[in-house]
C-alpha cells in the first residue's frame, strides 16, 4: 500500500521528501573539504574553513579503503608497453638462474639434483619476482596478473623436472643424450617465449626419433 492509501495527503509526502532531500544535502555539503595545496587561507564568519596540508593526509589515510575491482584505473597502452618489457626482463633473469641450474645438474649428476632444486626455488630472485606477481595478483592490479602468475608457477614446476632430468645425463644412452639436447633446447626457447626456435626442435627432436625407430627395425 502507497503512502496515500495509508491516510497521508499529497501536500504530506511532498513535505517529507523536500525534507529527505534536505537533510540528504545538508549532510553531503557538511562532508565536504576545502582544501588549498598552497595552504592559502580561505575565511569563514569565524576562522579559515580550509583543510592544511597536514590535516588533509590525516583525513586522506584515515579514508576506507577500496579493493582494486572496485576501482580499477585502466592503464595506457604506453604505461602497459613499459610494464609488459619490466616483467620480461626480470622473467629473462629467471631463465637465465634456470638454465645455470639445469647445466649444473648436467654436469654433476644425480647426487647434486635435490641440492639444485633447493638452489633454484630459494634463489632471491626467483623469490623476488614471485612476490611482485603475487602483490599484482592479490590487488587486482592488472586484468593478466592471474595468467602471468600461472605461467610462472608452470615455469618453476618445468625447471624442476628439467633439473631432475639433466641429473641423468650421464646415465643416458648416447641416443638418450642426443634426444636430451634438443629436450633442453626446447625448455630454452619455451622460456624464452622463441617459439620459431620452439617448433624447430620439436620437428628436430621428432625426426631423431623417427630415424631411430627405423633403425630398430
Do not use: W
Amino acid at each position: 500500500m502507497n503512502d496515500l492509501g495509508r491516510g497521508q495527503s499529497d501536500d504530506q509526502v511532498t513535505d517529507e521528501l523536500m525534507q529527505d532531500q534536505e537533510q540528504f544535502f545538508n549532510q553531503f555539503a557538511f562532508s565536504l573539504e576545502i582544501f588549498d595545496p598552497l595552504d592559502r587561507c580561505i575565511p569563514s564568519e569565524d576562522d579559515d574553513q580550509t583543510q592544511k596540508c597536514y590535516n588533509m593526509k590525516d583525513i586522506l589515510v584515515q579514508l576506507p579503503s577500496l579493493q582494486g575491482s572496485t576501482l580499477n584505473q585502466p592503464m595506457s597502452n604506453s604505461l602497459r608497453t613499459i610494464l609488459h618489457q619490466l616483467f620480461q626482463k626480470e622473467l629473462q633473469k629467471c631463465n637465465r638462474i634456470a638454465e645455470l641450474c639445469v647445466n649444473e645438474a648436467k654436469e654433476m649428476g644425480g647426487s647434486a639434483e635435490a641440492d639444485l632444486a633447493k638452489k633454484f626455488q630459494e634463489d632471491e630472485r626467483i623469490k623476488a619476482y614471485h612476490r611482485i606477481l603475487k602483490f599484482f595478483l592479490e590487488n587486482e592490479l592488472l586484468d593478466d596478473a592471474q595468467q602471468r602468475s600461472e605461467q610462472f608457477r608452470l615455469f618453476i614446476k618445468s625447471t624442476l623436472k628439467m633439473i631432475g632430468t639433466a641429473s641423468t645425463f650421464r646415465q643416458m644412452s648416447q641416443q638418450g643424450q642426443q634426444m636430451y639436447v634438443y629436450i633442453q633446447s626446447m625448455f630454452i626457447a619455451r622460456n624464452q617465449q622463441n617459439y620459431v626456435g620452439l617448433v624447430k626442435c620439436m620437428i628436430n627432436l621428432q625426426n631423431m626419433i623417427d630415424e631411430f625407430k627405423v633403425r630398430s627395425q
